[in-house]
């Protein structure tokens, strides 16, 4: 199985400000990554897919990049709704997904 | 837009077979070019993928549950289903039906089931 970690498991910021999180896969996955935001409760968005395409309906602010086994996902002024847990997901072979990084205040 | 919806029991107690039941609206499981996954989320844990059906019927499994697990599909009632045998209570968790194509395989997300196993 292929292993995904992903850091930090926590992020503070502020509205406004832009972050980063890193995934990083235990052997190549070239550019077979997916990122997705999950709110209390709800299920999963995919935010990004193929390392660094923007799903339909994900805001701008959002984007991926990275190839082989590093990716980061960035979020520019970060909004009051981004205020989430994100996972990274490897679809390369079968389905792993990351530990997921909580962006708090 | 494609719509799935989880379906079956939200209690179970342990050693019993979970069955749940994944109902499909705006895509086929004829279609043969889509991917239809289970995947669960344990209280306070990140996500699991547990196997999906893919190619007219073929499946592929999570080595963690590749022993006590089956996914297949009812072209007639366009749904898929999940059984994984002998439960205990680590199998307590929400359990997502999502669906995509080859460039994301998880693209569309049903909204979740809980499933409580407890004697």
């Known amino acids: 199985d292929i292993q995904m970690t992903q850091f930090p498991s926590t992020l503070s910021a502020s509205v406004g400000e832009t972050v980063s999180m890193t995934c990083r896969a235990s052997?190549?996955?070239?550019?077979?990554m997916g990122w997705f935001q999950q709110k209390p409760g709800k299920a999963p968005t995919l935010l990004i897919y193929?390392?660094?395409v923007l799903a339909s309906g994900a805001p701008s602010r959002f984007s991926g990049s990275g190839s082989g086994t590093e990716f980061t996902l960035t979020i520019s002024s970060l909004q009051p709704d981004d205020f989430a847990t994100y996972y990274c997901?490897?679809?390369?072979?079968?389905?792993?997904f990351g530990g997921g990084t909580k962006v708090e205040i | 837009q494609v719509h799935l919806q989880e379906s079956g029991p939200r209690l179970m107690k342990p050693s019993q077979p979970l069955s749940l039941t994944c109902t499909v609206s705006?895509?086929?499981?004829?279609?043969?070019?889509?991917?239809w996954s289970w995947l669960r989320q344990r209280p306070g844990k990140g996500l699991e993928w547990i196997g999906y059906?893919?190619?007219?019927?073929?499946?592929y499994y999570s080595p963690s549950f590749k022993s006590r697990v089956t996914i297949s599909g009812d072209t007639s009632k366009n749904q898929f289903s999940l059984r994984l045998n002998s439960v205990t209570a680590a199998d307590t968790a929400v359990y997502f039906c999502?669906?995509?194509?080859?460039?994301?395989?998880?693209?569309?997300w049903g909204q979740g089931i809980l499933v409580t196993v407890s004697s």
């Open positions: 999502a669906s995509g194509g080859l460039e994301a395989r998880t693209e569309y």
């Open positions: 705006g895509a086929s499981l004829r279609g043969g070019d889509l991917y």
């Open positions: 059906l893919y190619h007219r019927g073929n499946t």
């Open positions: 052997q190549t996955i070239d550019i077979w």
């Open positions: 193929k390392a660094s």
């Open positions: 997901q490897q679809y390369k072979t079968s389905v792993t």
